[in-house]
């Protein structure tokens, strides 16, 4: 049993890389395609921009760097903000009772008048 020879074989076509997303959705207005994401190489430094509610997010890049990187970054950023936001602030929870209290009736030895 042979191998079959090289010339029978046909090539096969090479894929081609689909390009990235340039465009998201924002975190804050949730309009799809609104976010976009400029990269600027030789100066170094990545800009996106929310056109609806004008939310903007400026990162340092490399020669490696994506737009969905710079994305990836700017969700974490608002993580991290929220996060930090709750912890300078804590909220005590509300109670989930429908009944009123009632007043408490005037105290009769006080004197108010």
């Not at 994305?71 to 909220?91: F, G, H, M, Q, V």
């Not at 509300?94 to 009632?102: L, N």
Request: hydrophobic residues 30%; contains cysteine; glycine residues 4%.
């Amino acid at each position: 049993m042979g191998k079959r020879k090289k010339s029978s074989r046909k090539p096969t076509a090479k894929k081609g890389k689909d390009p990235l997303d340039t465009t998201f959705t924002c975190l804050f207005c949730h309009h799809d395609n609104s976010v976009n994401v400029k990269v600027d190489r030789k100066e170094g430094v990545a800009h996106l921009l929310c056109k609806i509610c004008d939310q903007r997010y400026q990162s340092r890049v490399h020669h490696l760097t994506e737009p969905i990187d710079i994305y990836s970054e700017w969700i974490d950023a608002a993580d991290l903000a929220e996060k930090d936001s709750r912890a300078a602030n804590p909220r005590r929870p509300v109670a989930s009772s429908s009944k009123m209290r009632p007043a408490a009736p005037p105290s009769v030895g006080s004197d108010d008048d």
